[in-house]
């Protein structure tokens, strides 16, 4: 998406996401129709209470056809609710660091 002045918007959307208690605890997903695998930040995974002790291989291929890179990481599991509607996922995320970085204007 295009915005003015030439700049990228990526869609977001706050949803609530069902911790191992079964309090609801709200965060920003960022919405990408793209994306292949789903991704949750190590600090939302913790403070969820996830099992992190799965783990598994990945292949990070980018823009361009940069050879791919493989790392390892955590996977967990997760239920991701609306906000708004009677709607409800089971989502098994690849657990990182960090989504994105601040990007300059």
Sequence with gaps: MMAQGNKNLLMTALVNVLSITGTLITARALLDSGSQVSFITRDL???????????????????????????????????????????KLDLEALVIPSITQSMPS
Excluded at 72 to 87: G, W, Y
């Design 45 to 87: 995974a913790r403070q969820l209470g996830l099992d992190l002790s799965r783990e598994t291989q990945l292949s990070l291929a980018t823009v361009g056809n940069d050879p791919s890179q493989r790392i390892a990481t955590p996977l967990a599991t997760c239920q991701i609710q609306s906000r708004t509607q009677d709607f």
